[in-house]
């Protein structure tokens, strides 16, 4: 028996902007995905995911043996089709299949813009490989989780699997087709305070309703992306140096413009300044927008509390140094 944890993330800058060529800084959290897997005596595959921890979110599996995670606000992943080609791409990477019961946990709500699906997605690779005895390097881990990703979704960007696998704080680069992630050493702890709240907006619909602005008003459009891209080279210099006070104020400022390009929520507005009014450093909405979670640069119980007041769910965060990795065999 062999249980894994696959870490999730946040984007501290560039979340759209990243999408026009700009750079983003995504940090893997101390919150995690955990699949155990126990090699069965036949060839059966038998799926349990446990009660998701926080408030509002619950899994169920149906009678097809669909996996469905339903959250209070509505959302609804199918967390099955992920499982499933994870473990047929892990069968085929290892040249053989065994029945396995998997179990999977979520300390973090599912399809909240932190990376669930990939870190499920590289947690049941890695325990199914390593259940059967076999070992796999993180950069092909990366690359088959990425693969789930892309067949599953169709098109899917490199960094939450990539966050996943290796944790801690990667600088990504768009470079053409391509995208290239430096990792990057931060010069302090950053201490984070994530709230959630109900999302109102799918990450496709937004992404296209930032285009739509960007093909009829691109001369303004243009320089806030541009803007959030320097934001971003800023933002990773301040992390080096361990300067939160700047890494805090590039947060408010990355948030105006966000919420210049539409993507914030009143909500969402509400619930960042209220982080901001009870002192944190800097806050902003991360990820795509449209409700979905937001960060505070804090470690404050008074900026919790000013968040859950405001109705949004609570998670503290620090840094995932260590990536997917294995935390017990038996
Ligand atoms: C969503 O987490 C980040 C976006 O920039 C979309 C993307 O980069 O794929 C909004």
Redesign the pocket.
Known sequence: MVTVRAPGKV?LY??????YGEP?LAMAIDKYVYVTARVRGDNKINITAMDLRLVGVSVTILENGDIVAKTDYGAVISALSYVKRALELAMEYVGEKKGVDLVIRSEMPVGA?LGTSAAVSVGTILAYIRALGYDIEKRDLARLAWQVEKDVQGAA?P?DTAMATFGGVMYIKPEGSDVTMEPVKPGAEVPLIIGYIPRTAT?KE??AMVRRKYETMREIIEPIIRTIGLITRRGREALERGDLELMGALMNINHGLLDSLGVSTRQLNEIVYAARNAGALGSKLT???GGGCMIALSDKADVKRAIELMGGYVLSARLDNEGAKVISEE
């Open positions: 984007i560039g979340e759209h902007a990243v999408v983003a813009g960007s960094t990450t937004l992404v990820g795509a927008g």
